[in-house]
C-alpha cells in the first residue's frame, strides 16, 4: 500500500475557526492532490501540488488553501470554516513525473470534518 | 472544461447477471481510470486505461476505453454480493496532471 497519512481522521469544529487537515506521503511522489466527497457530487478536486511550492486550483478551491513546503507534506487550510464545508476529504498522490508511470492516484484514509 | 458522467448512478442486479456502467467524457484525454469505494472507505484503484482501445479485466469486471467517442465502459460478468461498492471513473486532464472524477454509480448485487 502507498504511504499515505491523513490527519486528523476525525474534526468537529464550530463556524468560523480555521481547520487545517494535513498529508504525510513516504513515496516521494510528485504529484500531490486533496478533493472532497459528497454525496450526490462523487469527489471534486480542491487543490493539487505538481511540486514543493508549486500548487494550482482545482473544481472547487474557494474557502480553501493550501501549502506544500516539503515534497512529503501537503496540507489544506480552511481559514474560516463553514458548514457547506462539512465533508469527507481525501488526499492523493500520483506517480507522474516517474519514469513509466501510469498517472494512477492513490488515496489516503480521508478526513472526516464537521462544521457546526 | 472537462465533464465526466458515469450512468446509470444507481443500480440494483441480481447475482449472476450482467451489466454495464459507462463513463462519457467532454474532452480529449487518453488516460482513464476506474476506482472502486466500500462503504467508509477510501477508494482502492481498480484499472488503468492509457490508450485507445485498450481493455483491461480482472475477475468478473472488465474495463475498456475508446477515445475517440471519450467513452469508457466496466462491465460486470456474472455479479456476486461481494462486488457491490461505489464504482467511479476519473479522466486526467491531458497535460494537466488534474483528475476529473464522475459522480460514482452505486451499485448493489443482490443474493
Known amino acids: 500500500d502507498a504511504g499515505i497519512t491523513q490527519s486528523p481522521r476525525h474534526k468537529v469544529t464550530e463556524t468560523g475557526t480555521p481547520v487545517t487537515l494535513r498529508c504525510h506521503q513516504t513515496e516521494n511522489h510528485r504529484y500531490m492532490y486533496w478533493y472532497r466527497q459528497d454525496p450526490g457530487h462523487g469527489l471534486r478536486l480542491i487543490h493539487y501540488?505538481?511540486?514543493?511550492?508549486?500548487?494550482d486550483k482545482g473544481e472547487v478551491s474557494d474557502g480553501y488553501s493550501v501549502s506544500r513546503s516539503k515534497t512529503e507534506d501537503f496540507l489544506l487550510t480552511l481559514e474560516s470554516a463553514t458548514s457547506s464545508q462539512t465533508s469527507v476529504y481525501f488526499c492523493a498522490i500520483s506517480d507522474f513525473a516517474i519514469a513509466d508511470h501510469t498517472g494512477e492516484l492513490f488515496f489516503g484514509e480521508g478526513s472526516r470534518l464537521t462544521v457546526l | 472544461e472537462l465533464k465526466v458522467e458515469q450512468n446509470p448512478l444507481f443500480l440494483s442486479m441480481q447475482e449472476g447477471k450482467n451489466y454495464t456502467i459507462y463513463c462519457n467524457y467532454s474532452t480529449t484525454s487518453d488516460r482513464l481510470y476506474w476506482y472502486r469505494q466500500d462503504p467508509g472507505k477510501s477508494l482502492e484503484s481498480l484499472f488503468v486505461?492509457?490508450?485507445?482501445?485498450a481493455v483491461k479485466q480482472e475477475g468478473r469486471l472488465m474495463a475498456s476505453l475508446d477515445t475517440k467517442a471519450r467513452l469508457s465502459t466496466l462491465h460486470i460478468t456474472a455479479a456476486v454480493h461481494d462486488l457491490s461498492a461505489t464504482y467511479f471513473c476519473a479522466v486526467e486532464t491531458s497535460g494537466t496532471y488534474k483528475y476529473i472524477f464522475g459522480t460514482g454509480t452505486r451499485l448493489k448485487v443482490l443474493a
Open positions: 501540488s505538481y511540486g514543493v511550492k508549486d500548487t
Open positions: 486505461l492509457l490508450s485507445n482501445g
